[in-house]
């Protein structure tokens, strides 16, 4: 075939516009593996969320070995470019696919309609169908054991919570954190600085510096860099890390941090379809089926903070304890959870109130 | 007092990045080039000072790599568009997302690297003088240096005669090249400067604002620099008041917030842009003097031969 400049346009093009599937393991033997496909939203060396899924594909690679082929696209932009990718998996073998961002949810949808032969697995979503089953993490279960810690530590009485946008898997986590920390210290406020974005080291770092001035001696952050960790390491003073274990960005100041651990939820669910038991499921893990886990608590910590952290963390596994116990307050002082109650899971995937205790207004 | 010291830390810190990247960006556009590149030429800069020193070869070298590393940018970009005469528009936007791809692909191995940030300047006595202390004798090297840039820049525009060469080169480019002035050779350092500055700013984000490299970190600072040129009506006094009042009204929201000021969190994440704009829209309302300071030529391709 003669290269010409044309040809040569549109090989460019399609080799650019081919999503870079990476494949592991061999070529197809007489028993085919189970092709397993997984998105990512971020690059896989993000340190926070791409990387915590990843880790749950060396995880299914290395229980089940020849028995299975992985493969994983990182970096796909949520929206249109989402359902090639999607498409292109499913249409190339691939029978069981993850995919791990709130926005891949319509885009996996689509194309789990059009393959019904594929089983499709999406993270953090409500969209479900014969072939698509859903998951998300009960992640305000670890602000409660970072609450109790901050209960403690806090001198000031003041938390500084650094926030994204105001969704209710946002204004769920402030309302754990608080009410933990509350339950220690009932004088304790929280104060919410809301940066519109999920990674802006530059603001998240202004922001926690804003909060410090104010005389915030403790940081929460639902936001993706280690920004804010770095500023408490600076000012001496505590704070949480994020999705994951950010330790090195804060020595001292690094209390312990609530981290995604996706790899036994993979495990099983790879294991249901090499045995024939795989079926459409909601999913909502917490630190009981050890989906939501504390990186370890800092040794400078004091012992009786350690012992009720963990405390907290045995009683919220056993069941003993809801985050969300009631009575719970809002703002206002209105009983919003009686006495003896708890919230249900409906009330807190709708969440768009604040508890008492947390200062300022929630943006609409 | 101590609150309004340890705020106008954060206001300086604000605004560094941009003040060095809008100083770059005015002396690239006063020789007639318009270079959409900011963004990417500071992710660049940022990436290459932070791997420089985190991998052992000290801030001097890191930041000196940096405005290296931005003026390689800039010089991709002057080699297609005043060598190449290519579209100053399409080429600059291009170059924003190469510098976004490329310093990913360079970042790889530093994504998650802890870093020591800038040492702040102490002189015994002065620096723990109330308010002023910290602020005038304890900042890091950069900000000192993106006043001396500031100044450097205005003096060199008005009060040398490479500067008016520049600005001859800015305004009409063919007057100049009949005078004998090299408008290629103008236009090509412009450019690099422009891109050293850029690099410089990258840098101090990474390397001061926060001290650590993350993917596309920048986000939008090269945009706003390059807003900033404009509605400061190529001035570099107000450059540096629209840089401040852009900072401090970024720091000013966020307090707001914390304070519990009640108004939605969504309006004050505008206030700065609404701000730096509405104020250096009134103080510049008089057309025929924007008319004196923009570039004529701007943007526009310049062949000797034509």
Same mark, same amino acid.
């Given at each position: 075939?003669?290269?010409?400049?044309?040809?040569?346009?549109?090989?460019?093009?399609?080799?650019?516009?081919?999503?870079?599937?990476?494949?592991?393991?061999?070529?197809? =033997?007489?028993?085919?593996?189970?092709?397993?496909?997984?998105?990512?939203?971020?690059?896989?060396?993000? #340190?926070?969320?791409?990387?915590?899924?990843?880790?749950?594909?060396?995880?299914?690679?290395?229980?089940?070995?020849?028995?299975?082929?992985?493969?994983?696209?990182?970096?796909?932009?949520?929206?249109?470019?989402?359902?090639?990718?999607?498409?292109?998996?499913?249409?190339?073998?691939?029978?069981?696919?993850?995919?791990?961002?709130?926005?891949?949810?319509?885009?996996?949808?689509?194309?789990?309609?059009?393959?019904?032969?594929?089983? +499709?697995?999406?993270?953090?979503?409500?969209?479900?169908?014969?072939?698509?089953?859903?998951?998300?993490?009960?992640?305000?279960?670890? =602000?409660?054991?970072?609450?109790?810690?901050? %209960?403690?530590?806090?001198?000031?009485?003041?938390?500084?919570?650094?926030?994204?946008?105001?969704?209710?898997?946002?204004?769920?986590?402030?309302?754990?954190?608080?009410?933990?920390? =509350?339950?220690?210290?009932?004088?304790?406020?929280?104060?919410?600085?809301?940066?519109?974005?999920?990674?802006?080291?530059?603001?998240?770092?202004?922001?926690?510096?804003?909060?410090?001035?104010?005389?915030?001696?403790?940081?929460?952050? #639902?936001?993706?860099?280690?920004?804010?960790?770095?500023?408490?390491?600076?000012?001496?003073?505590?704070?949480?890390?994020?999705?994951?274990?950010?330790?090195?960005?804060?020595?001292?100041? #690094?209390?312990?941090?609530?981290?995604?651990?996706?790899?036994?939820?993979?495990?099983?669910?790879?294991?249901?379809?090499?045995? %024939?038991?795989?079926?459409?499921?909601?999913?909502?893990?917490?630190?009981?089926?050890?989906?939501?886990?504390?990186?370890?608590?800092?040794?400078?910590?004091?012992?009786?903070?350690? &012992?009720?952290?963990?405390? &907290?963390?045995?009683?919220?596994?056993?069941?003993?304890? #809801?985050? +969300?116990?009631?009575?719970?307050?809002?703002?206002?002082?209105?009983?919003?959870?009686?006495?003896?109650?708890?919230?249900?899971?409906?009330?807190?995937?709708?969440?768009?109130?604040?508890?008492?205790?947390?200062?300022?207004?929630?943006?609409? | 007092?101590?609150?309004?010291?340890?705020?106008?830390?954060?206001? @300086?810190?604000?605004?560094?990045?941009?003040?060095?990247?809008?100083?770059?960006?005015?002396?690239?556009?006063?020789?007639?080039?318009?270079?959409?590149?900011?963004?990417?030429?500071?992710?660049?800069?940022?990436?290459?000072?932070?791997?420089?020193?985190?991998?052992?070869?000290?801030?001097?070298?890191?930041?000196?790599?940096?405005?290296?590393?931005?003026?390689?940018?800039?010089?991709?970009?002057?080699?297609?568009?005043?060598?190449?005469?290519?579209?100053?528009?399409?080429?600059?936007?291009?170059?924003?997302?190469?510098? /976004?791809?490329?310093?990913?692909?360079?970042?790889?191995?530093?994504?998650?690297?802890?870093?020591?940030?800038?040492?702040?300047?102490?002189?015994?006595?002065?620096?723990?003088?109330?308010? /002023?202390?910290?602020?005038?004798?304890?900042?890091?090297?950069? @900000?000192?240096?993106?006043?001396?840039?500031?100044?450097?820049?205005?003096?060199?525009?008005?009060?040398?005669?490479?500067?008016?060469?520049?600005?001859?080169?800015?305004?009409?480019?063919?007057?100049?090249?009949?005078?004998?002035?090299?408008?290629?050779?103008?236009?090509?350092?412009?450019?690099?400067?422009?891109?050293?500055?850029?690099?410089?700013?990258?840098?101090?984000?990474?390397?001061?604002?926060?001290?650590?490299?993350?993917?596309?970190?920048?986000?939008?600072?090269?945009?706003?620099?390059?807003?900033?040129?404009?509605?400061?009506?190529?001035?570099?006094?107000?450059?540096?008041?629209?840089?401040?009042?852009?900072?401090?009204?970024?720091?000013?929201?966020?307090?707001?917030?914390?304070?519990?000021?009640?108004?939605?969190?969504?309006?004050?994440?505008?206030?700065?842009?609404?701000?730096?704009?509405?104020?250096? @829209?009134? /103080?510049?309302?008089?057309?025929?003097?924007?008319?004196?300071?923009?570039?004529?030529?701007?943007?526009?391709?310049?062949?000797?031969?034509?």
């Amino acid at each position: 075939m003669r290269i010409t400049r044309r040809r040569f346009t549109q090989g460019a093009l399609a080799a650019a516009a081919a999503p870079a599937v990476l494949s592991f393991g061999g070529p197809a =033997r007489a028993a085919d593996p189970l092709k397993v496909g997984f998105v990512y939203v971020g690059p896989i060396g993000d #340190h926070g969320w791409s990387y915590q899924h990843n880790e749950g594909r060396l995880a299914v690679e290395a229980e089940f070995g020849d028995r299975v082929e992985t493969s994983f696209v990182e970096k796909v932009s949520e929206g249109a470019d989402a359902e090639r990718v999607v498409n292109q998996l499913a249409a190339s073998g691939h029978k069981l696919i993850f995919t791990t961002s709130f926005g891949f949810m319509n885009p996996t949808l689509k194309v789990a309609q059009r393959h019904s032969d594929v089983m +499709f697995e999406h993270a953090t979503g409500y969209k479900r169908a014969d072939n698509l089953a859903t998951y998300a993490a009960r992640f305000y279960e670890g =602000r409660t054991i970072s609450g109790t810690l901050a %209960g403690h530590v806090s001198e000031t009485g003041v938390v500084g919570y650094i926030a994204s946008f105001p969704i209710p898997e946002v204004v769920r986590g402030i309302g754990a954190f608080t009410l933990a920390a =509350r339950r220690i210290n009932p004088d304790l406020e929280v104060r919410v600085v809301w940066v519109n974005s999920w990674y802006d080291p530059g603001k998240e770092a202004d922001a926690a510096k804003a909060l410090v001035d104010q005389g915030a001696d403790v940081l929460l952050q #639902h936001t993706d860099s280690p920004a804010p960790m770095q500023v408490a390491e600076e000012r001496g003073i505590k704070a949480v890390g994020q999705a994951s274990d950010m330790t090195r960005f804060g020595p001292s100041a #690094h209390m312990t941090a609530v981290v995604n651990d996706w790899a036994p939820y993979y495990v099983e669910r790879v294991g249901q379809v090499l045995d %024939g038991s795989w079926t459409s499921t909601d999913t909502w893990g917490g630190l009981a089926s050890g989906m939501v886990k504390m990186a370890p608590f800092n040794s400078n910590l004091p012992a009786e903070a350690i &012992a009720d952290a963990e405390q &907290a963390v045995a009683d919220i596994k056993s069941g003993a304890r #809801h985050p +969300f116990d009631g009575p719970v307050r809002d703002q206002s002082g209105t009983v919003r959870i009686a006495e003896g109650e708890r919230a249900s899971d409906e009330l807190l995937l709708g969440m768009d109130w604040y508890v008492e205790g947390v200062q300022g207004k929630l943006p609409g | 007092m101590e609150i309004l010291s340890l705020v106008l830390m954060s206001v @300086v810190a604000a605004a560094t990045p941009l003040l060095f990247a809008a100083i770059g960006e005015l002396v690239t556009e006063k020789s007639g080039v318009l270079n959409l590149g900011v963004e990417g030429m500071m992710l660049v800069g940022a990436v290459v000072g932070f791997a420089v020193t985190a991998s052992g070869g000290g801030a001097v070298l890191g930041v000196s790599a940096a405005a290296a590393a931005g003026s390689a940018m800039a010089a991709l970009f002057a080699l297609l568009t005043l060598n190449l005469l290519a579209n100053q528009v399409a080429t600059g936007l291009a170059l924003t997302l190469f510098g /976004i791809g490329l310093s990913a692909l360079v970042g790889r191995g530093f994504i998650g690297v802890p870093l020591d940030g800038l040492p702040h300047l102490a002189i015994p006595g002065l620096s723990d003088l109330p308010l /002023i202390g910290p602020l005038i004798f304890g900042q890091d090297a950069l @900000v000192y240096l993106s006043f001396v840039a500031v100044a450097a820049v205005a003096w060199f525009l008005t009060r040398t005669r490479a500067g008016l060469i520049l600005k001859a080169v800015g305004e009409n480019p063919a007057a100049a090249h009949r005078l004998g002035h090299s408008v290629l050779r103008v236009r090509w350092l412009a450019v690099l400067f422009g891109g050293a500055m850029a690099g410089i700013g990258g840098a101090y984000l990474s390397l001061a604002y926060t001290p650590l490299w993350a993917e596309n970190m920048t986000a939008g600072r090269g945009w706003i620099a390059l807003a900033l040129v404009v509605f400061a009506t190529w001035r570099p006094g107000r450059v540096l008041l629209g840089a401040y009042l852009f900072g401090g009204v970024t720091i000013a929201q966020l307090h707001a917030q914390s304070a519990g000021v009640a108004l939605p969190s969504q309006f004050m994440s505008m206030l700065p842009y609404l701000a730096t704009i509405l104020v250096l @829209v009134l /103080i510049s309302r008089d057309a025929a003097r924007i008319r004196l300071n923009a570039p004529a030529s701007i943007g526009k391709v310049f062949h000797p031969g034509g």
